[in-house]
């Protein structure tokens, strides 16, 4: 893998970095200023939907463009932070008009429409609680969440609810209304639903925003776990601080830019930095209706001038695929900080951003859990491609050993393999698993929130990922990356995105397997097998290189990105799949 840095020494600074010093931002930074350098006051009050509405109007940006949503056929609808205002006010009041109490929950099954900020942002403003999931889900993983989070208004399109919902209402006691947005020419609504259109047109637009408090639930996310069911992981309204901050000081995002984040509202980056983070920092949202495709996708940055652009790992895979010269048939020129969350970023893909847009591509780390960004890459800093980078300012980061005695040793040589672990507590730590105390209390033990992924840290400070926990490959006695081999087997040419496995093996413990899916356009034929396993054990050595390599066509990947190995693992093992609703294509 490699390790050149790539340096911003001589990089223009005139946009003026928020984080330009990291040592100084480390010793100086502290959340109660953080809090202040949000909301302005120091009482205990506190709204996400004060703060990315309320605040930024009183403060002049009332007819800013708040986002711009962008359909199949180029149509755009551009609204105003008070548009977004006097929406979610409306939506506030429906809530209100419904009886729905204070703190129930809110669940949105829907695309990234304008709909979606209304409901969610008025959903805050009423200090009920968000669940935003993935209109991609069936009936199924739905019916788990919607009643794990005893969901009590769902809001959703008519197409969504007549081929999802409508057949598992009847397990759903709690849910009491269903609210739709229509997308064609009014007919009859399902029976047991309500208009949205039509009760949002009959609120009144005033409303004032909930006085919650840091610590009261605003934001309910499902996650997978590594066992079966999914975990319902909820955010406190104090989130808001950290993904405010972060969307400064990581994102480096400054009022008015332009901005993108790729992700959907169903998984935590589409909300937490699609949503409430930029606008909290007055950014301008580009909003993409529709899936991913490369000619669209540049045809976005360039077109919108997009300066800030916040993606993923396999999308960038992806576009790598589809060829750096269909980049290049674009110009982006407003273009100026390319970051990337929720999976291993490969130190090619890094470096590929350089070639494609002149920009290196800034990995980030953080969980659901989490609630905003702990590790990264600073705008301002040198990266280090394949590194996730250093802890943020406000967080103490380590990797730590689990000693015989039970307790935890954080480490403290470099480059040795352990788990990461946050010092608590940060605004945007999760305040609870629903109905699974026992799980939350484990994630803590002596005084760290242990993140079950394991990493080694340099000596500068820096993380390395290994893989979660239970990923790891210990091959003859080698502690096995599966991101350092599928880094490795990255740099072959014929490879677009790889998946690397453990498999029980009588002699090494474990024997590893790679699941390669090649660059359009390549045929997969034996000989071409056999020169991908040269070429790594050439990069590896033969003692950590895969001693198998299946082709694969379409390596199995959950709704927000990552390959499953777990689901790849299973099904070369024979054994039950687990749960699989996050899965791509999965209805
Ligand atoms: C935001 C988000 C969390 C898990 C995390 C880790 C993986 C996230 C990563 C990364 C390597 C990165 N992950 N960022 N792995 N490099 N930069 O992804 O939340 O969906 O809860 O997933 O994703 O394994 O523990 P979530």
Request: charged share 25%.
């Amino acid at each position: 893998m490699s390790t050149r840095a790539i340096h911003k020494a001589d990089a223009p600074d005139a946009i003026g970095h928020y984080l330009r010093d990291y040592d100084e931002a480390r010793r100086t930074f502290d959340w109660t200023a953080a809090r202040h350098a949000l909301t302005g006051r120091t009482d205990p009050v506190l709204n996400i939907a004060a703060e990315v509405l309320d605040r930024p109007i009183a403060q002049g940006r009332g007819t800013q463009r708040a986002a711009r949503f962008i359909d199949r056929h180029w149509n755009r609808i551009d609204l105003t932070y008070a548009d977004l205002q006097r929406g979610a006010r409306r939506f506030a009041n429906v809530l209100r008009r419904l009886e729905v109490e204070r703190g129930a929950v809110v669940a949105t099954l829907l695309g990234r429409v304008p709909e979606l900020f209304t409901v969610a942002l008025g959903t805050l403003a009423a200090g009920n609680v968000l669940s935003a999931l993935f209109s991609a889900f069936g009936p199924e993983p739905l019916k788990t969440r919607l009643q794990l989070g005893h969901v009590r208004v769902l809001v959703t399109t008519e197409a969504l609810y007549r081929r999802k919902v409508a057949g598992i209402r009847e397990f759903l006691p709690q849910l009491r209304h269903v609210l739709i947005v229509r997308e064609a020419p009014p007919r009859e609504l399902p029976p047991g639903t309500l208009d949205l259109a039509a009760l949002l047109r009959m609120a009144a637009e005033t409303f004032e925003t909930v006085a919650t408090g840091d610590a009261d639930v605003a934001l309910l996310h499902f996650t997978s776990g590594t066992t079966g069911k999914p975990k319902g992981v909820t955010l406190p309204h104090a989130a808001v601080i950290a993904q405010h901050a972060t969307s400064r000081l990581v994102l480096d995002l400054h009022p008015g830019e332009t901005y993108w984040c790729t992700a959907d509202p169903g998984w935590v980056t589409g909300i937490a930095y699609g949503l409430i983070g930029p606008l909290a920092c007055g950014a301008s949202l580009i909003v993409d209706r529709e899936e991913f495709e490369p000619e669209r996708w540049y045809r976005i940055l360039a077109e919108e001038r997009v300066e800030v652009w916040y993606t993923a790992p396999t999308a960038i895979r992806m576009l790598m695929k589809a060829g750096t010269a269909l980049a290049r048939t674009r110009q982006f020129p407003a273009l100026r900080h390319l970051a990337s969350v929720g999976e291993p970023l490969n130190a090619e893909a890094v470096t590929w951003g350089v070639d494609a847009f002149g920009l290196p591509f800034h990995d980030t780390w953080w969980q659901t859990e989490t609630g905003s960004i702990m590790i990264a890459n600073f705008a301002a800093c040198e990266v280090l491609p394949g590194s996730m980078g250093r802890a943020i300012p406000g967080i103490e980061a380590r990797v730590v050993r689990h000693a015989a005695d039970g307790t935890l040793e954080p480490i403290e040589s470099a480059d040795e393999v352990g788990e990461i672990a946050l010092r608590p507590a940060w605004p945007s730590m999760f305040t609870s698993y629903l109905e699974n105390p026992e799980r939350y209390a484990a994630a803590f033990v002596d005084g760290w929130y242990l993140a079950g992924d394991l990493a080694r840290r340099d000596a500068n400070g820096y993380f390395w990922f290994i893989g979660r926990a239970d990923d790891v490959i210990k091959s003859a006695g080698h502690l096995i990356s599966p991101f350092e081999l599928e880094s490795a087997l990255m740099t072959h040419p014929a490879v677009a995105q790889v998946a690397v496995i453990g498999l029980p093996d009588p002699i090494a413990g474990q024997a590893v397997k790679a699941f390669v899916e090649l660059r359009s356009g390549v045929v997969a034929t034996e000989d071409l097998r056999s020169q991908i396993l040269g070429h790594a054990r050439r990069l590896l050595g033969a003692a950590v290189a895969p001693r198998e390599i299946a082709f694969s066509d379409a390596l199995p990947r959950t709704r927000s990105g990552k390959i499953m190995r777990r689901l790849l693992r299973a099904r070369e093992l024979g054994l039950p799949e687990g749960d699989l609703s996050t899965l791509e294509g999965k209805e």
